[in-house]
């Protein structure tokens, strides 16, 4: 979960969309189409085909994984941390369960959980999810050097436009300016990276820009509820 990053939360739908995902199709075929759904960004269909999947196969880890992975896509943090409990069962943790279960502790509200996950690991993730971690806890100045370890380390989309955000914060244009062409240059397409320059257009004043932003953002990730408010955000400055 980056610093930008919420999502709508569709679940008044999921009982009627998970009678039509389950209808015909073997586990095996429903996960595809899960990890297919998920590729596409499309959360919602994600989530309703993996849980038709786990009605079939519950104690299958890879299924599971994807549960989880999909609920921390729709901000679903109880839900994800629910799903990693019943993972735990299955798959001794490894970095990637360690950094999904930070960022569902994150997605919690539960800073402090999130740091005793990560303990001693030192990755581009971890250290971006320590940073997120001390945002949480009010300390900007250790999250500063958390996000500057993660981008010493190589970086990643997530933890440029991070920072970026971070740096918008603190009055730093300059420095903002800086990680996001890098956030850019990682993944233009990424859902951090978009609202982050979303966001450090309309505040620069270029409306254009930024409004385009916004609505790639909205037409890649249909469930980003971030994606529409500042879409209409900017239609509202333009008047």
Same mark, same amino acid.
């Given at each position: 979960?980056?610093?930008?990053?919420?999502?709508?939360?569709?679940?008044?739908? &999921?009982?009627?969309?998970?009678?039509?995902?389950?209808?015909?199709?073997?586990?095996?075929?429903?996960?595809?189409?899960?990890?297919?759904?998920?590729?596409?960004? !499309?959360?919602?269909?994600?989530?309703?085909?993996?849980?038709?999947?786990?009605?079939?196969?519950?104690?299958?880890?890879?299924?599971? #994984?994807?549960?989880?992975?999909?609920?921390?896509?729709?901000?679903?943090? %109880?839900?994800?941390?629910?799903? #990693? =409990? @019943? #993972?735990? @069962?299955?798959?001794?943790?490894?970095?990637?369960?360690?950094?999904?279960?930070? %960022?569902?502790?994150?997605?919690?509200?539960?800073?402090?959980?999130? &740091?005793?996950?990560?303990?001693?690991?030192?990755?581009?993730?971890?250290?971006?999810?320590?940073?997120?971690?001390?945002?949480?806890?009010?300390?900007?100045?250790?999250?500063? @050097?958390?996000?500057?370890?993660?981008? =010493?380390?190589?970086?990643?989309?997530?933890?440029?436009? !991070?920072?970026?955000?971070?740096?918008?914060?603190?009055?730093?244009?300059?420095?903002?300016?800086?990680? #996001?062409?890098?956030?850019?240059?990682?993944?233009?397409?990424?859902? !951090?990276?978009?609202?982050?320059?979303? %966001?450090?257009?309309?505040?620069?004043?270029?409306?254009?820009?930024?409004? =385009?932003?916004?609505?790639?953002?909205?037409?890649?990730?249909?469930?980003?509820?971030?994606?529409?408010?500042?879409?209409?955000?900017?239609?509202?400055?333009?008047?």
């Amino acid at each position: 979960m980056g610093m930008t990053i919420s999502r709508l939360k569709p679940h008044l739908l &999921l009982p009627a969309v998970l009678l039509l995902a389950s209808c015909g199709d073997s586990p095996e075929e429903l996960y595809r189409d899960a990890n297919t759904a998920y590729a596409a960004h !499309d959360f919602s269909a994600a989530r309703a085909k993996v849980i038709a999947a786990l009605k079939e196969q519950p104690d299958k880890a890879d299924y599971i #994984l994807l549960q989880v992975r999909t609920l921390i896509a729709l901000g679903d943090g %109880e839900g994800a941390k629910t799903a #990693l =409990d @019943r #993972l735990a @069962r299955f798959r001794k943790i490894s970095p990637e369960v360690q950094a999904l279960t930070a %960022e569902t502790a994150l997605l919690r509200k539960h800073p402090q959980d999130a &740091l005793n996950v990560l303990g001693d690991e030192e990755s581009v993730e971890a250290e971006r999810l320590r940073a997120l971690a001390y945002l949480q806890l009010e300390d900007p100045d250790k999250a500063q @050097r958390h996000f500057a370890r993660s981008v =010493d380390l190589g970086g990643s989309a997530r933890t440029f436009a !991070d920072f970026a955000q971070l740096r918008m914060t603190n009055g730093d244009a300059a420095g903002a300016s800086e990680m #996001l062409i890098r956030a850019q240059k990682a993944d233009p397409d990424a859902i !951090d990276t978009l609202l982050v320059t979303g %966001e450090f257009a309309q505040k620069s004043g270029d409306l254009k820009t930024a409004l =385009d932003a916004y609505q790639q953002a909205g037409k890649l990730y249909p469930d980003s509820f971030a994606a529409r408010l500042g879409e209409v955000a900017v239609l509202g400055d333009l008047g």
